[in-house]
C-alpha cells in the first residue's frame, strides 16, 4: 500500500533509531555537554585527528580549569572518560591523543593515573607507551601510587617507563622516591638486575644518594644467572661504544633504520672493576636510558615548540624505535613465565 512502510523495513528503521547513538564515541558525546573551550577541546580529541586534536590538546595544557569549582568537576569526568577510551580505542593514534589529554590536565588528570600505568605495561603500540610515560609525568605526584603499583609487575620493559614516569625531576614525592628505592635495591634475577639501573638513574635525576645500592647491585652480579638462548650472549663483549646494544640488535631483527635514527645512551656507566662491560651491560644502560625521555622532550611540548602533531612525531621517533625494539628484544629473549607454554 501507497504510504505504508513494510514492517522489515520499519524494523530496521527503529534498530538505526535506537541503536546507532550508542556507537557515537563516549567522549563526543559528552563534549556537547561540557562548558565552552572545554568541549570544543573534547571534541578534537574525539575525532582521533592528529592535526585537529593537538592544538585542543597544547590549549588543554595552558587551561586553568581550578578556577571553577564546575569545570574542575567536569574535567575530572572527561579525564575518567579518556581512561576508559584509553583502553577501547582501536586506533592507536588516538590512544596517544587521550594519554597526552589526560596528561594535559595535569593533577586534575590523576582519575586517568592507572590507565596511562596499565599503558607504560602493555600498550602494544610503542608510541602510544611513551605518550602513556610523558602523561604520568605531567600528572605528576598524583599519579605516583599508580605508577608504584605498576612497578610490582613482571613486565621489565614497562617497568622501566614507569621509572621514567617517577623519576620526572619536579615531581618528586616520597612515594615514588622509596618505590624507586625498592625497586634498585631488588637484584635477584636477572630482570631485576638490568631493571635495577634505570630505577638508580631516576633516582640520581631525582638527586637522591645511590651509592649503596649501586654497590648492591654490583655484588650481586657475582652470582647472576643469566637467560640462555642459542640466538644471543648475553655475557658477551660488544664494541666499547654506547650504541652496541642498538647494533646488535638492529642486526638481530633486521631493522632497516639506521642506527642513528634511535635513541641511544650519551655515554656508558663504568663499571667499578676494571673489565669491560658485558652485553647485558649495555642493555642495562640502554634501559636507563629511557628514564631520560620525559626530560628530553616535554619542555618543548608543554612551552608550544612542538607546535603539531606531525611534529611530535618527529620529536618523537627516535624514541619509539627505541622502544619498539627493546619490546621485541623482551618478547624474544626474556619470555615471561606466562609465556613459557
Known amino acids: 500500500m501507497a504510504g505504508v512502510v513494510p514492517l522489515p523495513r520499519l524494523a530496521a528503521v527503529l534498530v538505526l533509531v535506537l541503536v546507532v547513538p550508542s556507537f557515537i564515541g563516549a567522549s563526543a558525546a559528552q563534549a556537547a555537554a561540557l562548558p565552552p573551550g572545554l568541549s570544543e577541546w573534547a571534541a578534537a580529541v574525539a575525532s582521533n585527528d592528529g592535526a585537529r586534536a593537538w592544538p585542543a590538546i597544547q590549549a588543554l595544557r595552558a587551561f586553568d580549569a581550578d578556577a571553577d569549582p564546575r569545570v574542575r568537576k567536569e574535567a575530572q569526568k572527561l579525564a575518567a572518560t579518556w581512561a576508559e577510551e584509553l583502553k577501547s580505542t582501536k586506533d592507536a593514534n588516538g590512544r596517544v591523543l587521550r594519554a597526552h589529554a589526560l596528561g594535559a590536565l595535569h593533577a586534575l588528570g590523576e582519575p586517568g593515573a592507572a590507565a596511562l600505568a596499565e599503558g607504560c605495561l602493555h600498550e602494544p603500540s610503542a608510541a602510544a607507551r611513551l605518550a602513556c610515560v610523558l602523561a604520568l609525568g605531567e600528572i605528576g605526584e598524583g599519579a605516583s601510587k599508580a605508577s608504584a603499583k605498576a612497578l610490582k609487575s613482571d613486565e621489565l620493559l614497562g617497568r622501566v617507563l614507569v621509572c621514567a614516569a617517577l623519576g620526572r625531576p619536579g615531581t618528586r614525592s616520597a612515594l615514588a622516591a622509596k618505590s624507586l628505592r625498592d625497586t634498585a635495591g631488588n637484584v635477584e634475577t636477572f630482570e631485576e638486575f638490568v631493571l635495577a639501573e634505570a630505577a638508580l638513574t631516576a633516582l640520581e635525576t631525582l638527586g637522591e644518594n645511590v651509592q649503596k645500592l649501586r654497590e648492591t647491585r654490583e655484588a650481586a652480579r657475582r652470582t647472576l644467572e643469566l637467560p640462555t638462548s642459542a640466538d644471543l650472549n648475553w655475557n658477551g663483549i660488544p664494541e666499547h661504544v654506547p650504541d652496541s646494544f642498538i647494533a646488535v640488535m638492529r642486526v638481530t631483527f633486521s631493522s632497516s633504520e639506521p642506527l642513528e635514527a634511535f635513541a641511544r645512551p650519551a655515554a656508558l656507566r663504568p663499571l667499578p672493576q676494571a673489565e669491560s662491560p658485558r652485553l647485558y651491560d649495555h642493555y642495562s644502560d640502554t ?15 608543554q612551552s608550544g615548540a612542538v607546535a603539531t602533531f606531525d ?24 619470555p615471561l613465565p606466562e609465556k613459557k607454554k
Not at 618523537?316 to 626474556?334: G, I
Open 311 to 334: 611534529d611530535y612525531g618527529k620529536r618523537t621517533k627516535s624514541w619509539v624505535l627505541t622502544v619498539d625494539l627493546l619490546l621485541q628484544v623482551e618478547e624474544r629473549f626474556l
Open 287 to 301: 634501559l636507563a636510558h629511557l628514564t631520560h625521555v620525559g626530560a628530553e622532550l616535554l619542555p618543548d611540548i
